[in-house]
Every structure is written in structure tokens, then in C-alpha cells.
């Protein structure tokens, strides 16, 4: 089955770095786009950044444009974020994310990211 972990969150001063990875298995990788999604305490989850299938194409959420890039590597069916210049407002749950066949969502279990000022 579809399965999707996330790591590399953690506790980092405002103005630091984070590195999350999403490791996926249980799908052809390489044929999906995947997504980063993130939640704060009382909000809704939001899309953060997403990259094609053959990663040729990026989006971000305004807030993070030129701060976060996402990259995949279709041999290792990993996704990674690199989180720059964190601001506490960037504290959340990250969620590694893809979609199905038939659009059906998939997500892993998420980690934390907490930004200090």
C-alpha cells in the first residue's frame, strides 16, 4: 500500500535552516506529482510547495516563495523540502502528500516544525 514517511523536522531559530524528506513506497513514484502541505495550530492545512512527476515543474505558496525549494529523487522515491530563513509563523505540522490514480489523497503521518523567536 501507499505509504509515505516524513522526517527531518525539529525545533530551529527563527532564520534557520530545516531539511524535511518524505520517503514513498507502494506506488510508481515516478509517475505522480507530490505535494508539501502543512498545518498550524487552529488552521486549516494549507499546500506549501509541489513538484511534477518528473520534478521539471515547481509551485509555492506565497509565503514561502525564495525561502523553500522542493526537489525529488525519482531513484531513491524520496521528496525533500529545504526550509531557509524559517519565521515562527512557519511553525506547523508538514505533511508529505501525493494523489492517486482517481485522485484519491495519500499523506503520511507528518513532523513537527517548530520556528523560535
Known amino acids: 500500500q501507499v505509504q509515505l514517511v516524513e522526517s527531518g523536522g525539529g525545533l530551529v531559530q527563527s532564520g534557520g535552516s530545516l531539511r524535511l524528506s518524505c520517503a514513498a513506497s507502494?506506488?510508481?513514484?515516478?509517475?505522480?506529482?507530490m505535494s508539501w502541505y502543512r498545518q498550524a495550530p487552529g488552521k486549516e492545512r494549507e499546500l506549501v510547495a509541489a513538484?511534477?512527476?518528473?520534478?521539471?515543474?515547481?509551485n509555492y505558496a506565497d509565503s514561502v516563495k525564495g525561502r523553500f525549494t522542493i526537489s525529488r529523487d525519482n531513484a531513491k522515491k524520496t521528496v525533500t523540502l529545504q526550509m531557509n530563513s524559517l519565521k515562527p509563523e512557519d511553525t506547523a505540522v508538514y505533511y508529505c502528500?501525493?494523489?492517486?490514480?482517481?485522485?484519491?489523497?495519500?499523506w503520511g503521518k507528518g513532523t513537527l516544525v517548530t520556528v523560535s523567536s
Open positions: 507502494g506506488f510508481i513514484f515516478s509517475s505522480y506529482a
Open positions: 502528500n501525493t494523489k492517486g490514480p482517481w485522485g484519491t489523497p495519500y
Open positions: 513538484i511534477t512527476s518528473a520534478g521539471g515543474s515547481t
